[in-house]
């Protein structure tokens, strides 16, 4: 259900599971393997996510598993999709979502998991689990909220409301719209500058905008911002990194 192919620094995932690339219980663990497997590959700085297919990213769970009311399939695929999504955002590499399609419940978990999202101008976008007595357990509560604000956010889970790429756009929730079929192509593009950047100085640099995410106080994350600007002083990227500008010339990262 997930194909990861690499190139140069970028990891290129698809979900594919046909018609409507949903997510089941072996498709999150493979997705929880995959990225942590990408956190160790050191040469890997950007990763983009897609949906197989020009329908769909990902249209979230197949409700299926939840029509008979088993409780302990309930907690066991809440925790999948728990683990997956959270690991995809604290992945080291910054990971971008090319929303091809439809993403609606679990599907737009995924993307909201990830650091960038660019959405195709035909994309629909929603958490419609109320509607089938569920609610968005793969960290949607918490995260459409951060990035949205609660207005839009109640609006979305409380009332179900289908949103498209440029209300998307809008209200922050994606940061670029294009043209059908261009979304991954964009994503490459910028997965392309990620590459360009000095990687500990981004992986640095996410951690810290996490920092907001997660409530640290200001002036505790202003330290620790203070204190990974010397930490980049440990290896030799940076050296590299200023001394290249000096010099006029591209860097050559070794991502030390």
């Not at 769909?56 to 979230?60: D, I, K, Q, R």
């Not at 976008?125 to 089938?132: F, Q, R």
């Not at 839009?152 to 889970?157: H, S, V």
């Not at 050296?239 to 500008?245: D, I, P, S, Y």
């Given at each position: 259900?997930i194909?990861c192919k690499?190139?140069g620094h970028?990891?290129?995932?698809?979900?594919?599971?046909?018609?409507?690339?949903?997510f089941?219980a072996?498709?999150?663990?493979?997705?929880?393997?995959?990225?942590g497997d990408?956190?160790?590959?050191?040469?890997v700085?950007?990763?983009?996510?897609t949906?197989?297919?020009?329908k769909?990213?990902?249209?979230?769970a197949?409700l299926?598993?939840?029509?008979d009311?088993?409780?302990?399939?309930?907690?066991f695929?809440?925790q999948?999709f728990g683990a997956?999504f959270?690991a995809?955002q604290?992945?080291r590499p910054?990971v971008i979502a090319?929303?091809?399609?439809?993403a609606m419940?679990?599907?737009?978990?995924?993307?909201?998991s990830c650091?960038l999202r660019?959405?195709?101008?035909?994309?629909q976008?929603?958490?419609?689990?109320?509607?089938?007595g569920?609610?968005p357990?793969?960290c949607?509560t918490?995260?459409l909220?951060?990035?949205?604000?609660?207005g839009?956010?109640?609006?979305?889970?409380l009332?179900?409301e289908?949103?498209?790429?440029?209300t998307?756009l809008?209200?922050g929730?994606?940061e670029?719209?294009?043209a059908r079929g261009?979304?991954?192509?964009a994503?490459l593009?910028?997965a392309?500058?990620?590459?360009?950047?000095?990687?500990r100085a981004?992986t640095?640099?996410k951690?810290l905008?996490?920092q907001a995410?997660l409530?640290?106080?200001?002036?505790a994350a202003?330290?620790l911002?203070r204190?990974r600007?010397?930490?980049?002083f440990?290896?030799?990227?940076?050296?590299?990194?200023?001394?290249?500008?000096l010099?006029?010339?591209p860097p050559?990262?070794k991502n030390a």
């Open positions: 259900m194909e690499i190139d970028v990891a290129s995932l698809t979900l594919n599971n046909p018609s409507a690339n949903t089941t072996a498709g999150l663990e493979r997705l929880t393997q995959v990225i990408l956190n160790r590959d050191m040469n700085y950007a990763v983009i996510i949906g197989q297919g020009e769909f990213f990902s249209a979230g197949d299926k598993c939840f029509a009311g088993d409780k302990v399939q309930a907690r695929m809440a999948r997956a959270e995809l604290e992945a910054v090319a929303i091809n399609g439809y419940g679990g599907g737009l978990e995924c993307a909201l650091d660019i959405a195709e101008e035909h994309a976008m929603a958490l419609p689990e109320a509607s089938v569920l609610l357990s793969g949607g918490q995260t909220p951060w990035l949205v604000g609660e839009w956010a109640k609006r979305m889970i009332t179900n289908r949103i498209n790429a440029a998307a809008h209200i929730l994606v670029q719209v294009v261009q979304a991954r192509q994503a593009e910028v392309q500058r990620v590459s360009a950047l000095s990687p981004v640095y640099a951690g905008i996490h995410r409530g640290t106080p200001r002036a202003l330290a911002e204190e600007f010397v930490d980049l440990d290896g030799a990227d940076q050296r590299e990194g200023v001394n290249a500008f010099d006029k010339r050559v990262w």
